[in-house]
């Protein structure tokens, strides 16, 4: 099997991905929505979420014309880069937003008819509810690697130049540029659909909340608050499509960031006989394996009635895993020579091996596992520090505070000690291709990860749907265990996503470096640390960007479900109907007016430091990559906690001999924690990863224009 | 004049501000204690902070004597060096604890003295507040110059070898080793006098909040409380001890610093005919000289009756600095050649000038202005973001919290740029020995700086008493009146806390990677990367631990105030006494216990990285340094911002035609923001201040020994 033949069947593992969501997503379609009320329930969560995408998409793409037009203007001329690179721009930027649509779409198709499967039973409920998480996985695999396969083929006929050795490693660098910029669009996209569905998503959940405690009369989850079909539409488009963008980019820029720094090993490779290509296709092909891999995997997800759902999942996502891994042996055997040595800038002259390159793929697995089990540690519902929490609300919301965010902040400790090890680990064994390839371990099986992810929250907006339709509570309790057990595989997954990101973050840094010629960042010289300084702050500014665009909009979300009371007769009575379309659109407008600015944030920052002075912008990379996978940590997690804390109690926990449940003061003051976790948590957490890869994508596209 | 007389004036100065103290003391001791009643109270708090401070001083020698050993055996035998480097250490660690020892003493003599003053005026009152804090600002200074001081001339007669310039350069480089010693001691005293402080203050401050809370019946500032005498007993051992040995190190450390720095001009100015050790001695003459002008200064520190307070501390502290400031341009002009190029390590060929030098003092004055404004704008009670708390907290304490979280990381904005300009600014004027020199100047006239800290703490006590010994309201008024006009002065010296914290700590890096021989740190080396990870998280967790360990004792003391309420009968009814001793070992046991693990991480993960890999130790410096800056503007301003919200709302605020004051929901609510930021503001924060320098000077110590 020759190199061109490999690049073709690249997009064709990706076009399988898409073909084999369609028919999942067809089944979905097909299943019953049961009754009425159900059905006209899920149309407005799904009439909600659409109009929002369609909002901010409308927006977006203002952005993404501009975006697009500056790049090619910057790139007009160059030997080493071309104009295209609007284009890769423009089709990352899409793939990115059909990803979101898709996954969403089928979200709240799946939602409904999860509801109705539990009517009658929990295996069917899994079925559903998985299918759509599978849709959402495969569509964001099957987009990523068909739209950066079908560019690199187009690029590579455009520019490449086989004469000799040395022309065709300078124009595969030419292809890699130009193909860099559909990371960016990934990136950008996903930045905004992050942000913008984390304010909308945790605007309406506070809201309705505390609607429910500011106006009395008005219990939190009732059918005729205003705003919980605004809540409902927020999960699917902060949880579903925020987090399918989240995936998307971080996929694609890990590919992105292992070709760059593969590109380097070209003449090497050459000279050896074998693939020239072998160490840029690598994550290319891996990634089409795995998407073959997680299409097998999902097979495995299935549960007995009275069976336990964990145990498919589990099966499924380890079982990928697994495979993957003995795969990836293989697959790299066959395209590296078993030892070369080769000598690339920054990291200089190394002996590589294919096993190593290999050991380095297992490494990104087993931090990633590990990350993910430590992240469960500290946020599982029956764990020391959950409890410790649990028992510091008998004082009241102040301890619980307290002792959620002590919780959140040491658990930075953990994951940061295993990514130290997994990045010493492999780089010692591959140089920085080791580090790249260890982040494209963790996301080669995306695609199922991604759909034990997205299940989380469908089979979470069934039970909303339950409660909304008034259907029997053994209904509520199905898709309730439906939601628990994936928790576990969920936080194994957040491992993985935060793992991934600080490993792809520093394999864009690398490949940043490279592309500007910087061949070291001298931290002792006090331009460079300010980058450094300036970088870290970042990630607070942008956290508190977040936290209080969801607390303005969540204020306006409150004003308008008192007026409603106060102003539609019989609304307290249940006697008239709610206009659940006013909240929707509160979130909305609020959520595309408070994503714009920390988006630009994220992506002028590097352009201005990058022009003023480029190695001031390398230290400025390792800032905001430090502070951003630290916040990121510190908030998922302590926000996690929170949120588990006050399950704890609710579902009953004894301290000194004394039991607290709901409705106590214990449970009120846990409740206050649960709230102040959800922005953590849901809007500035997740969007740190994203920020991290987007302003190390940033540098990496301008690195040809300032070297 | 020569350097040899120069050399003998400093620990005049520094004999100077003590003997000043030492008159101001024994001032405040002959004022009237007021009531029988007071004296009791009086007595009771300043026996209880003696009892901690010799309780905490027991473990800390075992500590100290340990590490001394260590040193000793450590620089046995290196021509670098010597063994005396202990010596340096115990005496470094003797004076800090002695400064914290006499500040405390002092503070818990003018406290009762203040509340007496404060029965017939205002003015009187100011005067004796002001000198408890001056006598503490001008212990600190004054054993912090002498201890160096005479230290440097013992060590000067034992190493000197001026025969050439380069036996001298190579000399005195012996002499700045053996000396850094002392810097060592004061950090590791003042780290453990911080974390222990802060939680021994915040265990009784949110205990005896929450006990009130808890257990019905009991008020929370009631003197039948048993645990407030510990709270007041806090205040001193943590807001003026704490503080005191904080600053003393800062102090020290910068002058250490720009010590190591200025010896690397010595071969040069030399060669120029001037003083050889000009930049080596110029900022112990600095520090000199500052603590004149600080004394100076204090004279001015007065006020009519009827008058502002603010005006006559304004005066004082804002004069001594333009004083300091304009100095400065004559001493740098005496010490320093009008012009001279130079080439050191790092920084390369540079070309200097007196004048220049002096602009990078003026820097670092402007800087600490700038952040200290800065600081005021998040955290005064009157201004936008503190009123934003206090309106979030009309819809809970969940969005108080959020807003204030948000405020704290939006906070880090303004700080950040401001130190970055610092650093660009005064470096472009005077390379590394700028950065240095700035960081000097900010700290040049802590004399009187911290003088007006530490007349916060010690009126707030003063109405802590009042209250206790139930004194007619117009007394709590005086000294609520002096408590809050100190504050905008306060924030500014927490500006200059802040900055200069940041910059020491930079400088404290050069001169690592200067005594390590380390050329370039280079980020781009995932080794090095790992290093800037392992330092960021080190804030994070060292934070969670400060934090918990509040969280825990506090749990303790309030259950042992359930206990005395329940077994002591008569207490509920006023009838009998608490048992406030029980309450202040809780406190002493639970500090004591609780500041051994931080403090130790502090100290030896940096001795485990340095003897891995010195290159990751520069790296794992630089991470400390940035993170923990970031984090300690972050958790400062929050806390402060949460605090002054509750008293915006206690002072009556109208929104939307609502007019919310004590005792409303929205009151109860901002109360619980007031208690989360507590250990915040209290503990964690300000040790993280204390840690970045604490990491850089044993980096610094150990640098010969992994060069």
Same mark, same amino acid.
């Given at each position: 099997m020759n190199e061109q033949l490999l690049t073709f069947l690249i997009p064709i593992a990706g076009a399988l991905a898409l073909a084999y969501a369609f028919v999942r997503a067809q089944w979905v379609g097909k299943q019953d929505v049961g009754t009425e009320r159900m059905a006209e329930i899920a149309n407005d969560i799904a009439e909600g979420a659409q109009a929002f995408l369609r909002r901010e998409y409308r927006v977006l793409s203002v952005f993404v014309v501009a975006v697009a037009a500056l790049l090619a203007f910057a790139n007009m001329g160059r030997a080493d880069s071309s104009p295209l690179i609007a284009l890769s721009f423009i089709v990352g930027a899409f793939c990115s937003a059909l990803a979101g649509f898709i996954g969403m779409r089928v979200a709240t198709k799946a939602n409904v008819r999860t509801t109705n499967a539990a009517r009658t039973g929990l295996g069917q409920a899994l079925n559903v509810a998985f299918a759509g998480g599978l849709v959402m996985g495969l569509s964001v695999v099957g987009l990523g690697i068909l739209g950066l396969g079908v560019l690199f083929i187009v690029y590579q006929g455009m520019f490449l130049d086989a004469s000799t050795t040395a022309t065709l490693a300078e124009s595969i660098g030419t292809v890699i540029n130009v193909l860099a910029g559909f990371s960016l669009g990934a990136s950008s996209i996903a930045l905004f659909a992050r942000v913008g569905g984390g304010i909308y998503t945790k605007a309406a959940d506070v809201g309705a909340d505390l609607a429910g405690k500011v106006y #009395? =009369?008005? %219990? #939190? /989850? /009732?059918?005729? @608050? %205003?705003a919980t079909i605004a809540d409902n539409v927020g999960d699917n488009v902060g949880d579903v499509a925020g987090m399918g963008a989240d995936l998307f980019e971080s996929y694609v820029g890990s590919i992105i960031g292992t070709m760059v720094l593969g590109a380097a090993f070209i003449p090497t490779l050459a000279a050896e006989g074998g693939m020239p290509l072998g160490a840029v296709l690598l994550p290319l092909v891996l990634a089409g394996v795995g998407i073959v891999v997680s299409i097998i995997g999902s097979f495995f997800v299935k549960v007995k009635e009275? =069976? @336990?759902p964990q145990r498919g999942l589990n099966i499924g996502e380890f079982g990928a895993a697994a495979i993957m891994a003995v795969l990836s042996f293989f697959i790299i055997s066959f395209m590296l020579p078993a030892q070369f040595s080769a000598e690339t800038p920054i990291v200089g002259a190394f002996d590589y091996t294919s096993l190593k390159v290999f050991f380095a793929v297992v490494i990104g697995l087993a931090a990633g596992t590990a990350i993910g089990l430590i992240t469960e540690y500290y946020?599982?519902?029956?764990?020391k520090p959950v409890t410790g929490i649990a028992r510091q609300s008998i004082t009241g919301s102040a301890t619980n505070i307290i002792s959620g965010l002590g919780v959140g902040m040491y658990s930075t400790g953990g994951p940061t000690l295993v990514l130290v090890l997994a990045i010493i680990g492999s780089y010692s064994f591959a140089g920085l291709y080791g580090i790249a390839i260890a982040a494209l371990g963790m996301l080669s099986v995306t695609g199922i990860q991604l759909a034990v992810d997205a299940y989380g929250p469908i089979s979470d907006n069934a039970g909303g749907i339950a409660e909304m339709a008034e259907l029997p509570p053994e209904v509520r309790e199905r898709t309730d265990t439906l939601d628990a057990v994936g928790n576990t595989t969920a936080a194994i997954g957040k491992g993985f996503a935060i793992g991934s990101a600080a490993l792809t973050a520093l394999a864009l840094f690398a490949a940043f470096m490279q592309q500007a010629g910087i061949e070291a960042i001298n931290v002792a010289n006090p331009i460079i640390l300010s980058g450094v300084l300036l970088g870290a702050m970042l990630p607070f500014v942008f956290s508190a960007m977040a936290m209080n665009a969801v607390g303005r909009a969540a204020g306006d979300m409150i004003k308008e479900v008192g007026r409603q009371f106060a102003e539609i007769p019989g609304l307290r009575e249940g006697t008239a109907k709610a206009d659940h379309k006013r909240c929707v659109d509160i979130s909305t407008a609020a959520a595309i007016r408070e994503m714009v600015l920390p988006g630009l944030l994220a992506v002028t920052v590097p352009v201005i430091i990058g022009f003023i002075d480029k190695n001031m912008l390398g230290g400025l990379l390792v800032g905001v990559t430090v502070s951003g996978v630290l916040m990121a940590i510190f908030q998922s997690n302590a926000g996690g906690a929170w949120d588990n804390a006050k399950k704890r109690i609710e579902g009953g926990v004894t301290f000194d001999g004394v039991t607290y449940g709901k409705g106590t003061d214990v449970h009120k003051a846990a409740v206050v924690g649960d709230t102040v976790g959800d922005p953590l948590k849901d809007t500035s957490g997740p969007s740190l990863n994203i920020l991290v890869k987007l302003i190390a994508v940033v540098a990496l596209v301008i690195a040809p224009l300032i070297a």
């Open positions: #009395e =009369g008005i %219990p #939190e /989850d /009732d059918p005729r @608050n %205003p009275g =069976g @336990n946020t599982a519902t029956h764990t």
